[in-house]
Structures are given as structure tokens and as C-alpha cells.
């Protein structure tokens, strides 16, 4: 069973949030530049969205990110529970040395 503690964190974090609230102020609005289509193999009807892929998101918050000196990690380890799925584990990191992860 995964560790119940939703997150982990340094000592401090009051630089880590001073940063990561000017970060937010500085994001761009991202408009959704992508449809897709997705049949349905029982019904065969056809439904459509719009969406934003991942390296349209990296491109428009790394220059924020780098502003504020932020960084975003993450990091895999084999998932004991399943057998061949993985854990991702995202850390929020400052250039002071502040850190929070889930």
C-alpha cells in the first residue's frame, strides 16, 4: 500500500511560495491548439475535444519557472503494488534550497 502522506516538504518553504505565487502571476493563458477525434468501437459514433498538448504547457511556464528560480522535477520508481506500472513523484524546487514533492 502506497504511503498514506500526500506530500513531503523542507523546513521551510516561504521563499518556495514567494516564487511560485509571482510564477503564477507571470503564466500565460494557454489556449487549446489540439483537437482529437475518438470513435467508438461499440457504437461507432465519433465525439471530438479540444486540448493542450505537454510541450505546448513546458514551453509557455519554463521562462516563468526559470524567473522565478523554480524548478520542476520528476521522477519514476516501479510501482511494487502493480507489478510493471510506475510512481511519479513531482518536486517543486527553489533556488534557496526549498522543496515540496507528492
Not at 4 to 10: N, V
Not at 24 to 45: F, L, N
Request: zero cysteines; charged letters at 20%; a negative charge.
Amino acid at each position: 500500500m502506497p504511503d498514506m502522506l500526500a506530500y513531503r516538504r523542507s523546513e521551510g518553504l516561504a521563499n518556495l511560495f514567494a516564487a511560485h505565487a509571482a510564477t503564477q502571476g507571470a503564466y500565460p493563458i494557454i489556449e487549446k491548439d489540439k483537437t482529437a477525434s475518438i470513435a467508438s468501437k461499440r457504437t461507432g459514433a465519433t465525439f471530438t475535444y479540444d486540448y493542450v498538448d505537454l510541450a505546448t504547457i513546458l514551453a509557455a511556464v519554463r521562462a516563468p519557472l526559470a524567473a522565478n528560480k523554480l524548478a520542476v522535477l520528476q521522477m519514476t520508481t516501479p510501482d511494487p503494488d502493480s507489478g510493471n506500472g510506475v510512481l511519479i513523484t513531482t518536486l517543486l524546487g527553489h533556488a534557496s534550497g526549498e522543496w515540496i514533492e507528492s
